[in-house]
């Protein structure tokens, strides 16, 4: 059940195919992921489509972690939703979706989320989960605009809602 949720929007002056294209390919995350993390794609020879499970490992705050997300929903080129199945999270739902707009690709992200742990989880979340995972989204929505145009032309930064 989700007691957190993020979105984040940005317009890219290409075409929601080339967009999609990019997305589609698993091994891209890591070219929007900040650095820090480590991230990498585990999973070989893997084919984007509903019911693909992707493994990746990262370090977050210098602990090596796992996480294994299913594509749950895949309707190309308008969106996909991703679900863990492990990760540091006890939920997580990544809804990815893209628009034509007349300026290009709308490209948002939603993602629903909780962790673990109560009330120490909430203390967590508010004092450095919920700054990170902003932090992430923000070099995420750059590096988007970096590998599909150079430059976005309008941005919604991320926000974080908690229920």
Known sequence: ???????????????????????????????????????????????????????????????????????????????????ALSSPYVYWRHYHSFRETPKGTLVSDRVEYNIPYGFAGRLVHAAIVRRQLTRIFEYRQAAIATHLSAHAIELKPPRVASV
């Open 1 to 83: 059940m989700p007691g957190h949720t993020l979105t984040c929007e940005l317009i890219v002056p290409a075409s929601m195919g080339e967009v999609f294209a990019f997305f589609q390919n698993p091994y891209n995350l890591e070219k929007i992921t900040p650095p820090w993390l480590n991230l990498r794609v585990v999973t070989c020879d893997l084919a984007m489509r509903a019911g693909a499970e992707i493994d990746y490992e990262f370090r977050w705050l210098g602990v090596p972690l796992k996480w294994r997300t299913v594509i749950s929903e895949y309707e190309p080129p308008e969106y996909f939703l991703d679900e």
